[in-house]
C-alpha cells in the first residue's frame, strides 16, 4: 500500500510516519511511505491515477486552503483514494467532510484515534502482506508472515505450521530466525521459532498458543526469552 504525506512543518511529518510504521508493521501489512513538503514535489513524484489505493495525509494550514485543493484533486485523478486531513484547527473540517475526507485528525495525532480511523477505512481492503519465500518440495512459495503460527525443526527440515496448511523445506531454522527476528518471531527454543501474534500465554515451561499448541522454552534461556514476549507485548499495547 502507498501511503502519502503532506506537511511542510519536518516535526509533524516525521511524529505521523513513525505512527503510520507501527501500525502497518504490526500488522504486517507491505507498505511504502513517501513523505514531501510540497504538493507540487509531491505530484510530481506520485502518479495517482495509476495508483490502485492510495492512502494519503494533508495538512492543511491556518491560512491557506491549499491542502482542500490537493485533497479535490486527488479524488479527481482517482475516486478510490484515502484521503486524510490533518490540521492545527477545526476550521476547515466541515468542508474536508463536504468532501468525503475519511478522516479529519487534530494536531498532535493521537495514536489510537489514528488507529481507528484507519481500521475503519481499510477494513474491507485486501492488502499485500509481508511474505517470506521458502523453498519446498521442488517448489519456491510465498507465505503471509500473518498466516504462520510457529515453526519447528525436525531432522534437518524446518516444519512451517500456518493456519492453513504444514510446509516442510530444508531451510535452516537459523536462517528463518534471521529473516524473522524483526517481524514478530522468537526463537524460545533450538528446535522452535513461534509467532509472538500467536502466543495466548505461558507458564514456566514454555508457551501456549492461540491453536492450543503447546511450545517449549529452552530452560537456560527462560528469563531472556519470556523477557522478550513481554517486552514485544507491551510495545504492541503501546504502539
Known sequence: MKLVILDSITTDRNL?????????????????????????????????????????????????????????????????????????????????????????????????????????????????????????????????????????????TCIIYTKQKTITSSISLSELEEKLKKEGFLRCHKSYLVNMHFIKEYNDSGFFLTNKQFIPISKRERLKHRETHLNWLLKSMHD
Open 16 to 156: 505521523l510516519i513513525i505512527s503510520l510504521e507501527r501500525y502497518f508493521r504490526k500488522r504486517l501489512i507491505d507498505f511504502s511511505l513517501h513523505e514531501y513538503s510540497f504538493h507540487k514535489n509531491m505530484f510530481d513524484c506520485v502518479n495517482f491515477q495509476c495508483e490502485k489505493l492510495p492512502c494519503c495525509f494533508i495538512n492543511l494550514s491556518e491560512t491557506e486552503q491549499n491542502g482542500l485543493e490537493v485533497g479535490h484533486k486527488i479524488r479527481e485523478m482517482n475516486q478510490n483514494s484515502i484521503i486524510f486531513f490533518t490540521s492545527n484547527s477545526t476550521r476547515h473540517a466541515a468542508e474536508a467532510y463536504r468532501m468525503q475526507a475519511d478522516g479529519y485528525f487534530l494536531k498532535p495525532i493521537r495514536t489510537k484515534e489514528l488507529e481507528a480511523s484507519l481500521d475503519k477505512s481499510l477494513k474491507n481492503i485486501n492488502f499485500v502482506y509481508k511474505k517470506i519465500q521458502i523453498r519446498s518440495d521442488y517448489m519456491t512459495m510465498n507465505i503471509p508472515l500473518k498466516d504462520i503460527i510457529y515453526i519447528e525443526v525436525f531432522n534437518k
